[in-house]
């Protein structure tokens, strides 16, 4: 099994550029979130989805959106990057909403310059 | 609002000499507790689940702990590949609300030889 997967690893926008992070799971997850972790900062919730179809804002889901058409994929996509998006974005899943463990991909370091 | 409070922030030890890491929390209704370890560059790791007040959990040199106000965790004779950063979530019971998980800011340990 590969996880949680996560592309791309480092990617570098212009102010007003769009972008989607692919996001991946092959655990058959039904729970699936997206976290953006800044410096001197806990782990914060943009969006989750318990489930294909279903999806829901969390504490920070300003300038993003989602989609969950599939079990396996979970998007995230920046309509008009910000530079106040630079940061690392982290895609996890777990079995369901819980509590249960979250499987966290590798991350994606985003600059927006 | 469920709050997570991590102390210290940082927190060097020489190899072999054992200390405590402290999560504080206040939530509706505790659904769970959960341990991650951080490695830089790379997305959370998960090590604990604990459900209710005097559980306790072991992992090699990693014990955990939680009250009904925190929840410890305990690193005995430590080893430099110890060195990481520790992360602490609760998820709230959703009487009303969500399931929502909230993270603290981490502790960063490094581990001396």
């Known amino acids: 099994n590969a996880g949680v997967t996560q592309t791309p690893k480092f990617q570098v926008l212009k102010t007003g550029q769009s972008m989607t992070l692919q996001c991946a799971q092959d655990m058959n997850h039904e729970y699936m979130s997206w976290y953006r972790q800044d410096p001197g900062m806990g782990l914060r919730l943009i969006h989750y989805s318990v489930g294909a179809g279903i999806t829901d804002q969390g504490e920070v889901p300003n300038g993003y959106n989602v989609s969950r058409s599939t079990t396996e994929d979970f998007p995230l996509r920046l309509l008009s990057a910000a530079p106040s998006q630079t940061s690392v974005y982290f895609c996890?899943?777990?079995?369901?909403?819980?509590?249960?463990?979250?499987?966290f991909g590798p991350g994606t370091r985003l600059t927006v310059t | 609002e469920d709050q997570v409070t991590q102390s210290p922030e940082a927190l060097r030890l020489q190899e072999g000499e054992s200390s405590s890491l402290n999560c504080s929390y206040t939530?509706?209704?505790?659904?769970?507790l959960f341990w991650y370890r951080q490695d830089p560059g790379k997305g959370p790791e998960f090590l604990f689940t604990?459900?209710?007040a005097g559980e306790e959990k072991e992992k090699e040199r990693l014990k955990a702990t939680l009250t009904k106000k925190e929840s410890f965790l305990h690193i005995t004779a430590p080893k430099p590949e110890d060195s990481a950063t520790y992360l602490c979530a609760v998820q709230p019971g959703a009487s009303g609300g969500s399931y929502i998980p909230t993270f603290g800011r981490g502790t960063s340990l490094i581990v001396h030889p």
């Open positions: 604990l459900y209710s």
């Open positions: 939530v509706s209704g505790l659904r769970g």
């Open positions: 996890a899943s777990s079995l369901g909403q819980g509590p249960y463990e979250q499987y």
